[in-house]
């Protein structure tokens, strides 16, 4: 399991005073108000700032990070991704994970056929769907819903589903 989550990434500044608007990549918005502080990702390093403010703008985060006081500043911090310690958080309730964990996790049936491996993850607004590809390559969509996913094993790197009819 890796050891940091990402939880957004920087799209933008916001006014003159270093603040940076961020697309969050998590289902609770309101997370960042209990966060103290984050780390920034970017190519060559990763570097911890203090979160001074938190405020909300339709879907997305506004934070004052201390030590960025520009908009100069905050403009270097685009594009970058927002990370915290995975150890500091709250524990899931049962059957919610985190998508980096079920990346690379193999889909069996429960008739026991692989399927593939899950490559990406993605909300449609009513569920999530999982993309499987195959050792070809091809993709299969399956939606995250329970008649669908049956179980996932983190232990054993597993995910079985139930094809219902019309899937593939």
Do not use: C
């Not at 190519?43 to 938190?54: D, F, L, N, R």
């Amino acid at each position: 399991m890796t050891k940091y989550l990402e939880i957004g990434q920087i799209v933008n500044t916001f006014g003159i005073k270093g603040m940076v608007k961020v697309n969050p990549f998590t289902d609770d918005i309101k997370r960042f108000d209990k966060l103290e502080t984050i780390y920034i990702q970017n190519k060559e390093s990763k570097k911890e700032y203090q979160i001074e403010e938190v405020k909300y703008q339709k879907n997305t985060v506004l934070l004052k990070l201390k030590g960025i006081d520009t908009i100069e500043q905050a403009e270097e911090l685009r594009q970058n991704y927002l990370l915290i310690d995975r150890e500091k958080e709250e524990p899931l309730e049962e059957g919610v994970y985190y998508i980096v964990d079920l990346i690379g996790l193999e889909v069996y049936t429960d008739e026991g056929k692989l399927l593939g491996k899950v490559d990406d993850i993605f909300n449609t607004g009513s569920n999530d769907i999982y993309v499987v590809k195959n050792e070809l390559g091809k993709q299969i969509l399956l939606p995250g819903i329970p008649e669908v996913l049956k179980e996932i094993n983190l232990e054993e790197k597993r995910i079985t589903v139930h094809l219902i009819p019309g899937l593939l």
